[in-house]
């Protein structure tokens, strides 16, 4: 027997079909990759890296309180989190947080780059996550989880007589910056391919004259929650300008950066779409809050279903504890302890593949069906 298959869903395959089936699996999820971006589990929040000149103490004490700043911003969505009074102090003595730290020789795009220090290397450091959660939590500020918002990227260049659009595959040095700054900040970034398929429906001049609808046409096929179009500028003093505007849906927000440096201004331009994100999808705790959900699942026919759905809702950040209400007839009743917002959780289940909305099957669908509770959710298991 060959199993063929991608994650939880599998499709099994025997005797003589058994190679045919796994090329036409194959050949499906190929064609099918470039549609499933939806939403990314973030690596490495509770991780960060800073260069040294060496590898002395205090420079390794200075390294650590700026990776704790990073780690607490990456975290929370929250620029200004450093800022908080308790935070502070922790970043101050960061090792009462820390869980493990190495050094690293230069990667090859390094060496050779007049850089501090007569032995600079990288420094690693992660720090634990239940401490930085609950430091958080006790300053007032949100943990945002792993799980967050794909935000493809549509990026105009004017470089002197140099017109592009910055993609994927490129090479540009404000493709390096771009991806590592999203990296750095916990934003899942793509980039469009600039195939023949993107080019036969947006150009430059759509991008720099920020042009909604073709824009937007281009980026179905890559199925981000979110767009972020950018114009770049570099001015006739060698300064540079930017304007982004990030889209979600009806929503959308504009804002402005000026640099004498690119890395600047493409850095405003990655902080600005995670602060904006993490407004929606990471809010402030709030003293309102309910503290409980109640969340119903339809469609768990099986005992491996009811582990998916309980595993998929104890793995989400904003989700305290879980504890079984009812459950028969192809339905379980959870209760949640949150941690967050009702809110939130919809709008981190919305970015998964586990769970979709369903009307209660007791009551009415459509527009004349009642509203459920505040204080209630409900879901149909995707098979």
Same mark, same amino acid.
Not at 184 to 203: E, I, K, S
């Given at each position: ?24 699996? =194959? ?27 060496? @590898? ?26 450093? %800022? +908080?009074?308790? !935070? ?7 090792? +009462? ?30 720090? $634990?996550?239940?401490? !930085? $959660?609950? %430091? ?28 592009? %659009? ?33 080019? *036969? +429906? ?12 073709? !824009? ?37 927000? +504009? ?21 904006? %994100?993490?407004? *929606? ?5 709030? *003293? ?8 119903? !699942? ?9 582990? *998916? ?8 950040? @904003? ?18 302890? =949150? ?14 593949? =586990? ?29």
């Amino acid at each position: 027997m060959l199993t063929c298959g991608r994650g939880s869903h599998s499709v099994r395959c025997m005797n003589r079909s058994s190679v045919f089936c796994a090329l036409s699996v =194959l050949c499906l999820l190929l064609v099918l990759l470039p549609s499933m971006a939806l939403a990314a589990e973030v690596r490495g929040l509770y991780e960060a890296e800073m260069l040294v000149p060496d @590898q002395s103490r205090s420079e390794r004490g200075l390294a650590m309180s700026a990776a704790l700043a990073e780690v607490v911003g990456k975290v929370s969505g929250r620029r200004d989190a450093r %800022l +908080q009074p308790k !935070v502070a102090r922790a970043i101050r003595r960061p090792a +009462q947080l820390l869980q493990q730290y190495r050094y690293r020789t230069l990667p090859v795009e390094l060496r050779g780059e007049p850089l501090p220090g007569d032995d600079p290397q990288l420094l690693f450091f992660q720090f $634990d996550k239940q401490a !930085v $959660d609950k %430091l958080l939590r006790d300053s007032g500020l949100p943990v945002w989880g792993a799980t967050r918002p794909a935000v493809l990227a549509w990026v105009a260049v004017v470089d002197g007589k140099r017109r592009y %659009l910055l993609g994927a595959d490129g090479t540009d040095e404000l493709q390096r910056l771009a991806t590592h700054e999203a990296r750095r900040l916990g934003l899942p970034l793509l980039l469009p391919l600039l195939d023949l398929q993107d080019q *036969r +429906q947006v150009n430059f001049a759509d991008v720099w004259g920020r042009f909604r609808d073709p !824009v937007l046409a281009a980026s179905r096929r890559y199925r981000p929650e979110a767009v972020l179009m950018g114009r770049l500028q570099r001015t006739a003093d060698g300064e540079w300008r930017a304007d982004w505007w990030i889209i979600e849906g009806r929503d959308s927000e +504009q804002w402005r950066a000026n640099g004498v440096l690119a890395a600047e201004v493409v850095e405003e331009g990655m902080a600005g779409a995670v602060s904006w %994100l993490a407004q *929606r999808y990471a809010p402030r705790p709030g *003293r309102r809050e309910p503290a409980h959900l109640r969340l119903t !699942v339809d469609g768990v026919r099986s005992l491996a279903d009811f582990a *998916r759905v309980e595993g998929y809702l104890r793995s989400l950040q @904003q989700v305290k504890h879980v504890r079984v209400r009812q459950l028969g007839g192809g339905r379980v009743d959870f209760g949640l302890a =949150l941690q967050g917002s009702p809110e939130g959780v919809a709008q981190t289940i919305a970015l998964g593949r =586990l769970l979709a909305p369903a009307a209660p099957r007791d009551e009415p669908a459509g527009d004349d069906a009642p509203a459920p509770p505040a204080d209630s959710q409900h879901y149909l298991l995707r098979h």
